[in-house]
Each structure stands twice: as structure tokens, then as C-alpha cells.
């Protein structure tokens, strides 16, 4: 039975989630591995870590931070969320990654 109430806990956050396939399963287990995701990105932000270089090496790379930005773009889809009324004044991220990539 808790697994039935997560599932649908699930769903009621994620009105807009892909249905799962044969080849592709967008259960719970994956919906947690996506939030684990933006969690590890927040922890390095408040802890000061860089973003913008490719893992271990001193390359600079918004790669890693373009990942994390698409993810967070997708969830917002999946929660029916509209991304630009929410970030609206806030979001400059392009505009920053602009300037990292000029460096």
C-alpha cells in the first residue's frame, strides 16, 4: 500500500510526467534520482564549489551547469509549472553563462 500512495504522490506532483514505457520507466525511483540531481547542484552552490568547470579538471565549462538547468526546465514541465512566469526578473542564467564562456 505505501508504494500505491507514493506513486500517486508522484503523479499529483508531477501532472505532466512522461508515461513509462517498456524501455523507459518514469517511475518514482527515477522522479528521485532527477530531484537527488538538482539537490547535488544546490548543495555546490551553497557550499561555494565551482559550476563551471568540467568535473576535476580546471577547464572552464558550463556543461555541467547547462545539464542541471535543463533538468530543472523539465521538471517545471512535468509539474505544469510555467518557467517563465515563475523566473521572470530572476532568471539570468544565459546572460552569466555568456560571460563565463567569454572568459
Known sequence: ???IIIELQVEYFFPNKPT???GMQYN???VFN???EINEIMNRIAHHEPIC???RQSIISCS???QKYNLIEMLFQWMDIDRAAL???LDHIQ???SKINSL
Open 87 to 89: 523566473l521572470y526578473g
Open 1 to 3: 500500500m505505501p508504494g
Open 34 to 36: 532527477q530531484l537527488t
Open 20 to 22: 513509462s514505457t517498456p
Open 28 to 30: 518514482n525511483t527515477f
Open 53 to 55: 568547470f568540467q568535473p
Open 95 to 97: 546572460e552569466i553563462k
Open 64 to 66: 555541467y551547469l547547462d
